[in-house]
Structure formats: structure tokens, C-alpha cells
């Protein structure tokens, strides 16, 4: 990290090293644990993912489309499931 000022540099590495952190609670640091990837060794996979969702949004934001209607209907059966209020 003392090789540079990039701060975008410093943020990845920074993951690497301490992990990123508790996604549901307070920790600054720690293991999060998804079930499917690695936040750290799959970035590449976790952005492809992030695109697509952002496509979705952008073009079925009310996941009304037939190819989509899997996806709601997922989603609504999560609802409530994950506490998410108590990130800040």
C-alpha cells in the first residue's frame, strides 16, 4: 500500500486484506459470507453480476416481464427475511 495514492488501489487492497466487512451489523472488518462467491477471488464475476442487475432496473424495474416474473416472485418471498436496518 505504500507504493501508491490511489486511493481505488488502496480500497482493494485494503479488502484483501481485512475483508469487507459485516453486511447486516456494524463491523468495520471480517469475513461476509455469501453463499455463491467470494467478494475478494470473484470480483470479476461479482461485477458481471452487478451490471446485470442494474440492466433489470434499468429496463424492468417492476420485474413485470415474463423472463423477469421468476425473479420477483423470489424476491418477495425473501421479503422481511434479512434485517436490513441495521446497516448504516
Not at 453480476?49 to 420485474?63: F, P, Q, S, V, Y
Amino acid at each position: 500500500m505504500c507504493d501508491t495514492n490511489d486511493g481505488f488501489k488502496i480500497a482493494e487492497k485494503d479488502l484483501e486484506i481485512r475483508g469487507p466487512g459485516d453486511i447486516e451489523g456494524t463491523r468495520q472488518s471480517g469475513v461476509l459470507d455469501f453463499k455463491l462467491a467470494n467478494i475478494v477471488t470473484d470480483k470479476q464475476m461479482v461485477e458481471m453480476a452487478k451490471e446485470l442487475a442494474e440492466k433489470i432496473i434499468n429496463e424492468d424495474a417492476e420485474l413485470s416481464s415474463e423472463e423477469n416474473l421468476p425473479l420477483k416472485n423470489f424476491l418477495q418471498t425473501q421479503k422481511g427475511k434479512t434485517a436490513w436496518s441495521k446497516i448504516s
